[in-house]
């Protein structure tokens, strides 16, 4: 079983204000994320909240979700991604995707071809790559569990797993930047705009 984690809990210090809350194209940006990773292949799909939980929870409570709150989310990503593998690992997943809430342009038809490759390669680790860059979502098998579980700020998060398997990660080529785009500030949001990439 695949289960998709969407890292919903940091707290948008750059933002000003909590920017999965922001709206395009008539949706918030967390709900226009969950929507699509409920669209893909992913058996299910987990949402692990920390800052405003309450009203991250609240604008997706009607879709078919598990919410997980991670209690340590000021301690930064790395605790929300053992907070969502490890309850992915409770579900029975036998691979998890990481995908980081803001990584709002990101379309279930990517999610799929990342699914599609790891489930033609079972490769430990499997990430999208558009003109020669990854992004995300990253997937890893469950026998990266133990590894996952290590990780830290100071070991720069998923990057100590990826550096440490990194002659055995499966790349995909896809047709997007939509895998690496994502936003820190709301100049960020208007630069996207700006270029067309959103209403």
Request: proline share 4%.
């Amino acid at each position: 079983m695949l289960v998709l984690i969407v890292l919903a809990a940091g707290m948008s210090e750059r933002f000003g204000r909590n920017k999965l809350l922001e709206r395009v194209d008539n949706k918030t940006i967390i709900r226009k994320v969950v929507e699509e990773s409920i669209k893909s292949k992913a058996d299910k799909v987990v949402v692990v909240t920390g800052f405003e939980a309450e009203k991250i929870a609240n604008e997706i409570k009607d879709l078919p979700v598990i919410i997980v709150y991670n209690e340590n989310y000021k301690e930064g990503m790395s605790s929300s991604v053992k907070v969502g593998v490890k309850k992915a690992r409770e579900l029975g997943a036998t691979a998890f995707m990481i995908l980081p809430a803001d990584n709002f342009l990101i379309t279930s038809k990517t999610i799929n071809k990342v699914i599609d490759k790891y489930l033609e390669t079972k490769g430990p680790i499997v990430v999208p790559k558009f003109k020669g860059k990854r992004g995300h979502p990253i997937l890893f098998d469950d026998k990266l569990y133990d590894d996952i579980m290590l990780i830290g700020e100071e070991t720069q998060g998923l990057k100590y797993v990826v550096k440490k398997y990194y002659n055995k990660i499966v790349d995909v080529e896809v047709r997007s930047p939509e895998i690496y785009i994502d936003i820190d500030t709301p100049e960020d949001l208007e630069n996207l705009r700006k270029l067309g990439f959103i209403k």
